[in-house]
C-alpha cells in the first residue's frame, strides 16, 4: 500500500511539472502576440497618416502653370494611366487581313514618266532612262503596297496548318504589279531613251497572287514545311538586314531586286518551291529549292537550290545564304528593240507581250548581319553572285514571268563569267518609340567580262578588258547614300520623307542616258552614243504617308 502511495505521488509532481511548462510557454507567446499587436497598430497609425497626407496633397489646387510647366513637372500627370494596348487585328478563328498603303510625292533631277505597272513606278535609283527632272505622284516609296490573307490553324496538338496570300500593286493606278509589263510597254524604244517611262523587271508579273501562294505545316519543336510560290532564301537575308528594308525609293539592294533574287530579281520569288525551316535554340536553319517546269521546252522556271544557316545572341544576329539558280533570266535592262518587236509580233503574234530576255546560271553567296544596343540597331551586309551562260538555254518564244514572251532569248552572254559584289551598311536610331532616323550607303562593282567574241565598239575598239561605258561588259561601279526619318505619328500610320543620291560608273553606267545618251550633234534624243560621259547620277527627295493593318 505504501510503495503503490509512492508511486501516484510521483506521478502527480511529474504532471504538475509539465503543466508549469506549458504555462510558461503559453505566457510567452501571449507576451510576443502582444508586442507584435502594438507594432501592427504603430504602422498602420503611421500608414493613414501618409494617405491623408498624399490625398490633402491631390485635392490642392497646383501652382505650377501648365502653361510654362513641362509635362513632367504636373501633379495630375502621376496618375494618368497609358491605356493597356488592344489587339484590332483584322482576324477570324485563325485567319487574318492584313496590309499596307503608301504613297506620296518626290521629285528627281533626272527622272522619266510614271509607271502604272510597276511597282516601283518610278526611277528612284538612277537609271539608263533617267533624263529630265519629275515631280509629282509617288508610290510605294518606304515600302510597297499590298493587300494579304493569312492563317494558321491548329490540326493537331502542336501541330499547325499555316498558309500566306499576297499580293503587291501601285496604289496610285490601282494595278497589280508588273514589271515584266511596265518592260514590254515601252518595247521599239530601246534606241530612244528619252521618250521610254520608268520599267524595270520584277518577280512580280501582275498575278492574281504575285508575292506569296504557299501553305504547308508548322510545328515549334520539329519547323515549318511550306511549298507554292513564295520568297526565296537570298531575298528573306535583304528583308531582315537591308538597313531600308523594304524601301523602293531609297534602298539600292530593294529597288533593283537582283540581290535578293541571287542575281536577277525574277527570283526573288521562287515558283514551284518547297522550304523548310527550323530552329535548335538561337541557330536556325532553312533550306529551298525550286523545281524546273520546262526550261529549253517552254517556260523559263528552272531549277534552284538554295540554303541559309543563322544565329541569334544577345542583340546580335547573323545569317549566310548559298545557293544556285539555273535558267535565270532578266529582262529589264533595256527595252525590247524595233526588230525584236517586229519579230515578236510577225511569228508569236503578241503585241504587247514581248519582252528581251537574258539567261543564265547563277552562283550566289550573301551574308547579312545586325546589332542592336538601346536604340541603336546597326546593319551590314555582303553578296557575291557569279553569272555563267545556262547549261538548258531557252528557245526563242520561251515565256517568261507574267506568261510573257521572249523572242529571241540571249543565251551566250557571259562567255566569260560576270561578278558582280554588293556592300551595304546602315545605322538606325530611335529618337523616341515612335521617331526614327536611318541612314545607309550601298556599293556595287562589277569585273570586265568581255571577250574576243564581242563585237568592238566604233571608236572606242575591244570590248575585252575594258573600264570605260562603252559596254555593260565593261568593270563598273554604283555608289549610292540614302537618309530617312520615321514618324508613326498614330496607330497603324506614319508619315515619312527620305532622299537617295545614287551614282554608277563605266560599265555600269553603259547605255545611261546621261552616260552614253546624246547623239554626236550634241541632241538630247536618246540615241545611244559611245561618245558620252562614264557616269551618271540622281538624287530623289520624297515624302509620303502609310497606313499599315
Known sequence: MKRTFIAATAILAF?????????????????????????????????????????????????????????????????????????????????????DFDMGVAYQNHGSGFAAMAGGPLDYLISKNSAGSYFGAAANMLSTSFIGLRGKQEIADNLYAVFNLQTLFNPASGQNANGPGSVALNSGLSTNTYFQNSFGDSSKGGQMFNNAAYFGVSSPTYGTFTMGRQSALTSDLIVNYDPLSGSNAWSVITFQGANGGGGNTENRILDNSYEYRVNVGPVRLAGEIQARSGGGLGTSTGNAFEGNIGVDYMGFSIDFVGGKI????????????????????????????????????????????????????????????????????????????????????????????????????????????????????????????????????????????????????????????????????????????????????????????????????????????????????????????????
Open 15 to 99: 504532471a504538475a511539472t509539465a503543466h508549469a511548462d506549458e504555462l510558461s510557454d503559453i505566457q510567452a507567446q501571449a507576451k510576443q502576440m502582444r508586442e507584435q499587436n502594438a507594432a501592427m497598430a504603430k504602422r498602420l497609425a503611421d500608414i493613414e497618416k501618409r494617405q491623408k497626407t498624399l490625398e490633402a496633397q491631390k485635392n490642392a489646387v497646383p501652382t505650377i502653370n501648365p502653361v510654362d510647366a513641362m509635362a513632367a513637372d504636373l501633379p495630375y500627370k502621376a496618375a494618368v494611366k497609358a491605356r493597356p494596348p488592344e489587339n484590332d487585328d483584322i482576324c477570324i478563328k485563325g485567319i487574318c487581313v492584313y496590309g
Open 326 to 549: 539555273y535558267d535565270s533570266v532578266g529582262i529589264g535592262s533595256s527595252a525590247l528593240s524595233q526588230t525584236l518587236l517586229t519579230t515578236c509580233v510577225n511569228t508569236f503574234g503578241a503585241v504587247m507581250g514581248c519582252v528581251p530576255a537574258t539567261v543564265s546560271d547563277n552562283t550566289v553567296f550573301s551574308v547579312g548581319a545586325r546589332y542592336t544596343i538601346g536604340p541603336w540597331k546597326l546593319f551590314g551586309g555582303y553578296e557575291h553572285i557569279s553569272y555563267a551562260n545556262p547549261e538548258n538555254p531557252l528557245n526563242p518564244g520561251s515565256i517568261v514571268q507574267g506568261t510573257y514572251i521572249a523572242p529571241a532569248p540571249n543565251n551566250t552572254n557571259f562567255i566569260n563569267d560576270k561578278v558582280l559584289q554588293t556592300a551595304w551598311v546602315g545605322v538606325r536610331y530611335a529618337i523616341t518609340p515612335a521617331l526614327d532616323i536611318t541612314g545607309a550607303y550601298y556599293h556595287e562593282w562589277q569585273n570586265s567580262f568581255g571577250s574576243a567574241a564581242d563585237a568592238p565598239v566604233a571608236g572606242y575598239g575591244a570590248v575585252a578588258g575594258c573600264s570605260d561605258a562603252r559596254s555593260t561588259k565593261c568593270s563598273g561601279t554604283l555608289d549610292a547614300v540614302s537618309f530617312v526619318v520615321d514618324w508613326r505619328f498614330a496607330k497603324h500610320v506614319d508619315v515619312f520623307a527620305g532622299v537617295m543620291w545614287s551614282q554608277v560608273n563605266n560599265g555600269l553606267a553603259s547605255g545611261f542616258f546621261q552616260a552614253n545618251g546624246v547623239s554626236a550633234a550634241g541632241v538630247a534624243n536618246g540615241a545611244a552614243n559611245a561618245g558620252g560621259g562614264n557616269h551618271a547620277s540622281s538624287f530623289d527627295p520624297g515624302v509620303g504617308l502609310r497606313y499599315q493593318f
